[in-house]
């Protein structure tokens, strides 16, 4: 209630419009009010019109939230006359009957709308907390006059119409921070006569061959294997498993609550052995690899030298844009050790006297844009290939792919500050050359740098959006992803997105990098390396049209019995296409269901970002838990993917756009 009454009005309106955030809020509201609490009209003042209610309900029936919707009916037959905390305990046990079988969103809602529940008990007295005494709303909106604050504790948020200062940190993780009790805050502290563990020892209890799984916090160790099921969060915390929650608690900083770090202690058995509190890994000074960046341990590591790693299939889709510390990563060589400030960008455009521009120059000269465009490995998906023939290469799954919001200047501008000519359509001229050379830092054992070329009409078009990013999502590019500088050429593939930018020429010959003369080509699916002939293949640019099952993940467990099942993913297109459509299967592409894109950004007729889409499948009878989940996408093109990889098999693995399959297994009983 709380969080509903930071909302501003017009959040407050029509359901379809919302943000998830929103969503979830209202969800809590119309637990309390089914539940009969002593707020119910406080809670009823969010779904105020009754036409707004049934919307939302609506809502809640076609947004895969049904698991939610019978945990609230059930609820709501609770008698009147029941305490809060026996109608708290018979929401939790609807919500545990019902949770098995829906997907990791329903449960975070369901948490959610227990907590609102737990939040109206304690307001009320009824599990202990200082009685509140009847009062007016605490803001200025219509509230009734004997709706109780909350507890005297809690801190309230500041009225809607309140300017917020710019935070350094996002406000929700800096308000939880500041209302941690002294006992939360020593939440992970060794606690003297418990057991001492080992990190190798805690690495070998993640739940492989029937372990149980241990993490750590800060320099507490805690047993997790019996709390996994209740998880909010779902098998996310496998991520986790052996090693420590830290750093993904710093991706959902949600986590640092009195509540939850409660729960944790509660399930902690040892302290980490004091001479494993700090790690001193010894580096080796004649290793080239010994300077590179730290990385998120929830990336799913293909090679660390050089360092290649997937985003985690379980949290790929969580968001439209991904976190700089999970977007996957593809370095072909080492990893440049840049000083930003001294870094200088050379520009030759053979027209003019060269320029050498900085970072700053960048920021100071030219005119920001920003950009949301997805990146994705040409190979993404490949090992899907190497099921049919090897293809050499690394075996990426369909995490090669995210996306971010890319700030920078437009090459174009810079191009045409350096003397590029261009006529009065702004194309370029031809009297001059009409290729661009764009060169990295990295460089191979020859010295040959990474490089790409580009047309120039391609670089001067103002629609291509061909940025030089300073900034990943508002921050400075990560050394893994191109500090300081970073070409992007949206609807391009990965291999095409120069980092370590440091010069930039025209010319009449394409790069000789071995990445563009020697590799990112496709072939036809007979011809194999030693028959290849790449100098007649033209270099890889535009990403085809493909898609991805996210959730379930492969193996997932399902029911015997269970009819109706959740699927989300992702799907993209380059070269600007948008996604028209995605049809997704639970019959191995017997018969289809249109799915729900949930995200997708388009401008001026382009779209340089996935979709995000959604789908509740109805399962074939007498399934036994086995059920082949298909997806494919369409774009604006009409384009639509292969119904299998066998067509597009090619020996480097590139570009794998067939349906993308994911087979449940029945569940298993303990």
């Not at 709390?227 to 640092?256: E, M, N, Q, R």
Request: charge should be neutral; charged fraction near 20%; glycine fraction near 6%.
């Amino acid at each position: 209630l709380a969080r509903a009454q930071t909302l501003q009005p017009a959040e407050r309106g029509e359901p379809s419009g919302h943000s998830m955030q929103a969503a979830r809020v209202r969800a809590s509201a119309l637990v309390c009010a089914a539940a009969q609490h002593p707020l119910p009209r406080a809670a009823g003042q969010l779904l105020r019109p009754q036409t707004q209610q049934q919307g939302f309900v609506k809502l809640l029936q076609q947004q895969h939230f049904r698991c939610f919707s019978r945990a609230a009916t059930a609820l709501a037959a609770t008698s009147t006359s029941t305490s809060s905390t026996t109608q708290s305990s018979s929401f939790h046990a609807a919500v545990a009957a019902e949770v098995a079988a829906y997907d990791r969103r329903v449960w975070t809602l369901l948490a959610t709308a227990a907590a609102a529940v737990a939040v109206v008990a304690t307001a009320t007295g009824a599990v202990g907390a200082p009685e509140a005494k009847a009062a007016g709303a605490p803001d200025q909106r219509e509230k009734p006059q004997d709706s109780p604050q909350p507890p005297k504790q809690a801190q309230q948020p500041p009225p809607p119409s309140q300017p917020q200062q710019p935070q350094s940190q996002p406000q929700s993780q800096q308000h939880n921070e500041q209302e941690l009790t002294e006992e939360a805050k020593r939440a992970g502290e060794a606690i003297p006569g418990l057991k001492e563990y080992t990190r190798a020892e805690v690495a070998k209890h993640n739940g492989q061959n029937g372990s149980r799984i241990l993490v750590t916090f800060k320099n507490g160790v805690y047993d997790i294997t019996d709390f996994i099921k209740t998880h909010p969060g779902g098998d996310k915390i496998l991520l986790a498993a052996g090693s420590s929650v830290d750093p993904f608690w710093a991706l959902y900083a949600a986590h640092k609550t009195n509540n939850v770090l409660k729960i944790l202690e509660g399930l902690r058995v040892g302290n980490l052995a004091k001479s494993e509190q700090v790690d001193t890994t010894a580096v080796d000074v004649n290793d080239p690899y010994r300077n590179e960046p730290a990385r998120h341990p929830a990336l799913q590591v293909l090679t660390q030298k050089p360092f290649n790693a997937e985003t985690p299939v379980q949290i790929l889709t969580d968001n439209f844009i991904t976190n700089n510390d999970i977007f996957f990563v593809r370095n072909h060589l080492t990893v440049p050790l840049v000083d930003g400030k001294a870094h200088r960008l050379q520009v030759d455009s053979g027209n003019a006297p060269p320029l050498s521009l900085s970072v700053d120059d960048l920021k100071s000269s030219y005119r920001k844009h920003t950009v949301a465009v997805t990146l994705q490995c040409a190979g993404n998906r490949r090992r899907e290939l190497n099921e049919i023939r090897a293809a050499p290469g690394l075996a990426w799954r369909v995490g090669g792919i995210s996306t971010a919001e890319w700030t920078g200047v437009r090459l174009r501008d810079v191009l045409l500050r350096a003397g590029v000519k261009i006529d009065e359509d702004g194309r370029p001229l031809p009297n001059q050359p009409q290729l661009v050379l764009l060169e990295g830092l990295d460089k191979d054992p020859t010295g040959e740098h990474y490089s790409t070329s580009l047309t120039l009409e391609r670089a001067l078009d103002i629609n291509a959006d061909v940025l030089i990013a300073y900034e990943m999502n508002g921050e400075p590019i990560p050394r893994d992803h191109g500090y300081p500088l970073r070409l992007i050429i949206p609807g391009y593939i990965g291999a095409r997105h120069v980092k370590w930018l440091s010069s930039i020429k025209l010319t009449d010959e394409e790069s000789k990098c071995f990445f563009y003369t020697s590799d990112y080509k496709v072939f036809s699916p007979d011809v194999t390396k030693e028959k290849a002939d790449f100098s007649c293949s033209p270099p890889l640019m535009e990403s085809s049209v493909t898609s991805a099952i996210t959730e379930p993940r492969e193996g997932a467990q399902i029911a015997a019995d269970e009819t109706v099942l959740s699927a989300r993913g992702y799907a993209y297109s380059g070269g600007g296409r948008s996604i028209m459509r995605v049809d997704v299967s639970a019959d191995g592409g017997k018969t289809w269901t249109v799915a729900t894109l949930e995200k997708q950004e388009i401008s001026r007729g382009k779209s340089w970002a996935w979709a995000l889409w959604s789908a509740d499948l109805n399962l074939p009878p007498n399934h036994g838990g086995v059920v082949d989940i298909v997806c494919k996408a369409v774009d604006s093109s009409a384009a639509v993917q292969p119904d299998s990889p066998h067509g597009v098999w090619n020996f480097r693995g590139l570009l794998n756009n067939g349906w993308h399959h994911v087979k449940t297994r029945p569940e298993q009983t303990n």
